[in-house]
């Protein structure tokens, strides 16, 4: 089992940053990549960054050059960083954790992102 934590939703005015926090512990071992995902209302969840263990990271299109996941490794948990600039308001939404294992994903409770214009 994977445990994860979201932290550092908010709201922002257009044009500013936050960061997003997460922190996964348990089986920390077994997790192949991390990935923060995101849900607006109406839509259905979108994949907005990963990171692998081996610490490549890939992004969507949409956030490309605004966003920057990473992490650091403490000894009993990891912890991912999604930093965000330059946001718009189409960044509002509800951001989740995903941490990937074989054969398990999880998820955590999710942090509510709202950026006005």
Not at 22 to 42: D, E, L, T, V
Not at 71 to 79: G, L, Q, S
Request: hydrophobic share 35%; with cysteine.
């Amino acid at each position: 089992q994977v445990q994860l934590v979201e932290s550092g939703g908010g709201l922002v005015q257009a044009g500013g940053s936050l960061r997003l926090s997460c922190a996964a512990s348990g089986k920390i071992f077994n997790i192949n990549a991390m990935h923060w995902y995101r849900q607006a209302p109406g839509k259905q969840r979108e994949l907005v960054a990963t990171i692998t263990s081996g610490g490549t990271t890939n992004y969507a299109d949409s956030v490309k050059g605004r966003f920057t996941i990473s992490r650091d490794n403490a000894k009993n948990t990891v912890y991912v960083y999604l930093q965000m600039n330059s946001l718009k308001p189409e960044d509002t939404a509800v951001y989740y954790c995903n941490a990937r294992t074989v054969p398990m994903a999880y998820w955590g409770q999710g942090t509510q992102v709202t950026v006005s214009s």
